[in-house]
């Protein structure tokens, strides 16, 4: 069965400093595909991020990033120049390929604070 | 532009009373549809998924119930609520089983 784990359950950094959120994930499916997503303080949940397994290249999208080390089952989230408002509980989560991608499975969650 | 409107936004309830939870997405036609449940500072735990009108995929079981009966339209119900049916309730879309989720904005329950 699929898997998701976020050890780290809460980040603090300083604004405009760089951040790394870590993710390990299991799964059979030699396709599969890994999505981050923030959740704020109001319960809102909004999509960052996703990376396709079978794509080679990092994805970037505006101040996220992503360390995708598929040897080491691996989807890090990295947020260059935070800012106050990155402010939330960040998941991981991931589809696999085919009728499996109905199920969509999250990690625990890191709770990140920015200060000024 | 699609949208998708939960109700009602929270609900007090009594244990052993009846609950139904709405979802309704406009602007999408035959989405891929969603119940997650999340515990006070918890995980997202899916519940159920639906592909198309009528047929429900049930991922956990909780004493819930869930059900499409329109391709717009996610219920989710049961007739006896438990304490442990506390947290926050999200329906999501998605356009494809590879797609990204679309979250509404959730409903807390609070069963006392």
């Known amino acids: 069965a699929q898997k998701v784990t976020q050890t780290q359950t809460s980040i603090s950094v300083v604004e405009k400093t760089t951040v790394t ?25 909004v999509f960052l991020i996703r990376q396709d397994s079978y794509k080679k290249e990092n994805a970037t999208v505006g101040h996220y990033s992503l360390n995708f080390q598929k040897p080491k089952s691996s989807i890090g989230l990295i947020i260059t120049a935070t800012q106050i408002e990155d402010s939330a509980v960040y998941f991981c989560a991931m589809r696999e390929g085919g009728t499996g991608g109905y199920k969509v499975v999250f990690g625990s969650g890191t709770r990140l604070l920015v200060s000024p | 532009a699609q949208t998708i409107h939960q109700w009602p936004v929270a609900e007090i309830k009594a244990v052993g009373s009846p609950l139904s939870l709405g979802c309704t997405i406009k602007g999408k036609s035959s989405p891929n549809l969603y119940w997650y449940w999340q515990a006070t500072g918890g995980t997202l735990q899916q519940l159920f998924y639906s592909i198309t009108v009528g047929q429900v995929e049930s991922v956990v079981q909780l004493n819930l119930s869930a059900s499409r009966p329109k ?23 998605s356009q494809s089983s590879n797609e990204r989720l679309f979250f509404g904005h959730g409903t807390k329950l609070s069963v006392l």
């Open chain 2, 71 to 93: 391709d717009d339209q996610f219920i989710l119900s049961t007739e006896k609520l438990l304490l442990s049916h506390s947290g926050f309730y999200l329906c999501a879309w």
């Open chain 1, 21 to 45: 959120m870590d993710c390990v994930y299991e799964t059979r499916d030699s396709s599969y595909f890994l999505f981050w997503y923030k959740q704020t303080a109001s319960g809102e949940i």
